[in-house]
């Protein structure tokens, strides 16, 4: 489907459009929030009642999540330590070769022995990882790129793109020019690329720096005689940490998925680079975030990609590349994908993980600052919300199932972020606060907070389970942990209802109330810190 | 992974669509009976006892529960419920459950088994006048100043109101004037062919009298001011209001003139003219405001001859209590007591108030004004048997009215759900005043020796606090 994606190009009739759609998702949690607030003082009786049905949902898909954590932890669990090399080796090989291997990749391999499915043999292909520079310096960088040079696949087969803005400090480009020189030799080749700025058209976002170095890499890859359908390409943040089989199973997870160049590939990412030097409420809103992937992991059906992720370079140069004019470039290029092939497109999970840095900042305050800034512009991604509604509404092709489908996620996805944290802890108390005379003489005052307290102690189920994933998750690390920090890590998790509220739904409130204002959120490259230890 | 996950989904979903509904069923009162396999809708009674852990008994049953207790999915009737506490009398109310509603005692005060007095001032005292709003009140052993103890509750003191050396210690007094939070009273008396007024001023340590009666032309029918504007006094007289500058001693004679009505409240004067219009004006902006009433009196219920206090101004509300005990509201029910009523205390900034005559408690409740306005439900009385009711003070958040009637205390509960309930305290001196504080929990009073006695009625401000978190 030709489609324009970029709010910036639209004509009057369609910008009209998307403007309209931009309203939506901050109309609707203001709604919500203001509603329920006035419902709240008004109707005691018809809030609290509404609150009871609210608290059970919300335990209900709690559990449901947990459930889905549980098994995509053990499966994360299950194909760690996978022979990755020896898998992909096999792929392609006779019924009869594969005896030696459980059903479950007996039957993965299968799927693509069919003639029109066969991928390309392993030797054939080729891994491009672009990694945006803006103010990284080394002791962030140099992690990343030593991680693909010692993972499990070959890293002469990895082209290196560092992708520099021309903005970027000397002290930065000296960095990036030393980590160049050292680890060069170690890979295909290791590109230094230094996107210009100030080019018309575009905004000071990651996307554009990423689609600069990509359509480089484009040319040295056509120079080099390397086909694009063979290249893999995996837009990594700066301070990405790839678990050393993360290459070895993407290409294996490449070579076995059928449509493997309408997917997106996305590991788990995981924030450990700095877990215990940021203060407990950032920690434990990225590993929240770690569990949404994981859950959402086993929703192959309306996976959308986040943050570092991979896919097909084939299908990145057909959809015209990143967006260079939207701040949620990761999961902008799904939708992009997606409206390019008529809904042809899914994300594929892949049970390794990516390490990255929690944002953080140089006091107490600084972090809580740039957390807030980072997840205001992780809930930024509601800019797709116009986009893929415009989109939906002009295709004819995209079935009116896949329309639904994902338009109900991205509003509950949305919506849920911004209010269900305001709804929980302050709605709920609300009505009882307010009550009048009629209100407490009913059995619903006296019985609505008891009910609700009972659910609530339900949900601590799923708090245990977070907390015991969570050092599952910790302990499979790499990461240096004293047991004061495990301990120090319970309590972490006592205080989640106040950090979400301020730190996860008043960020991605403050952003859908921008959009639906119209006004712009600049990109900001999230400052983060390591010990140097 | 996807089938698993649509079977878990619809589970979930079913289980949320019976699960519901069952329990904001459940919640509104509604249960299945198993024996009659009918749907029944219950009522519920909570009780929260002062202090905490009493045992509980619905009729002759004992409940598992201590109180705080929630005794629900009863079926509607009348019940009578127990609660008791060693050392403490036993507490007793019938209660009407009703299906979906619930009964809530949310304050029951469990007074204790020997209610004992403590002795503050020795001797034969012969009244009390209580200063209400403030930490002071006064004892006297006589009619003479000289003998007036200006007794401090918080701190437990009592000095002399008049020192050694004072021009008034011989000064007998006939009446005491007081507002409500004001630190400064006056006293009228003196010889019968010489009266005077005192103005007493007690914010300083040691107490500033000064004479004013050159201030105050003649007797008048009352005399007023706002707590928040001390040196601004009115003296009002049944045509006009005088208005008295004390700081400068300087008197405003007919002020104002022609009104039914006044009344004084945050630096406001309010006013009820005579052909029934209301205006306010701020004293230092000298200038009158409409004061515009959404719903005017109904002039049917106004007495030309009778004059007015304004009580509780808002923007759109006022109450009316005439000279003659009538106690009227611009708002359903117009007409809330028409004769007899000997005083109003106010509750929760003018939200809520208590009226009394000499036989009777009521309770207003404005946020009961729209019911009220259907049938009169705003106004609930909750002590009928009063013999000779004189004086009623706020207790325990307004949950229950400590009472002076005909010479006892008793303490009423504020019960608006259930039958009326009052305990006797103590009996006191013969035409004295008692005097209830909040702050301390205490009543106090002269006994029938004229001994000032205090009794703790109510357990101090931050231990019932405590018990009230205790049962949340």
Redo the contacts between chains.
Sequence with gaps: MQFVYSRHQLDPKERRLERMFEMLPGALSWSIIVGMTVLSITHHLLA??IM??FV??WV??L??MN??LV?SYMRLHLEKGTDWMGLIAKVGLPPEALKALDPFRRRQIASVSAPDHRPPAPEELYHLVILPVVREGRNILEPGVQSLAGGDYPSRRVLVVIALEARASDAVKQDVQAIQKLHAASFLDFLVVEHPADIPGEAMVKGANATWAAKHAARYLREKGIAEENVIVSCFDADTVAHKEYLACLTYYFMITPARLRVSYQPIPVYYNNLWDVPSFARILDIGASFFQLVEA????KLVTFSSHSMSFKALVEVGYWPVDMISDDSAIFWKSFIHYDGDYTVVPIYTTVSMDIASGRSFGSTFVNIYKQKRRWAWGVENLPVVLRAFLRSKKISVYKKWMFASRLFDLFVSWATWSYLLTVITWLPMLFA???F?????????P??KDVIFGLSLIGLVICIAISFALLSTSTIRQRRSHMILHVFDWLAIPFVVLLLSSVPALDAQTRLMLGRDLQFRVTEKHRSKT | ??I??RV??YT?LL??LV??PG??L????YIFDPLTREVAR???I?LASIPPGAAVYLERSRFIQKTPA?L?KLYPGDYRVTIDLPGYRTWSQKVSVKP?????FDKVLLLPGNLSSKTVLEGGYKQIYPLPGTDLLLVAGSSELDNFQLYNIKEDKALPLVGAGSLWRSFSVISIYHEDESKSFIVYGGGLWERKYLLVNVKADVPVITDITKLLARDPLLIEWDPLEPDQIFAIYPDAIDRINTAMAAIYPRDIEDVKGCGFQNNRVYLMTGDDRFIKYARDKARAEPFLLPERFDPRVLSRKVFYRILAPEENRVFLLGENGSLLSNHPPYTITDKGVLGVKFYDHGRTFMSWTASTVAIF?A??EK?GSKGGAGVKTVFRTGQDIRQCFWALDASHIVCNDNDRILLIEVE??GEEHSEFIANIKKGTSIFYSNATGCVYFLDEGGRFQRIQLVPPENLVQKFLNEGD
């Design positions: 609290s009642a009871v049905a059970l949902f209900f898909r559990l449901y459930i889905f098994i086993t929703n192959t059906e009048g005379r009629e407490s003489s009913t059995t619903m005052y006296y019985m609505a008891r009910i | 992974m996807l698993l996950r878990v989904f979930f289980m949320y699960l519901c329990l904001l459940y919640a509104s009162g219950t009522g519920l909570h929630t629900e979906g509603k619930a009964t809530a409740d946020g009961d019911k608006l759900q």
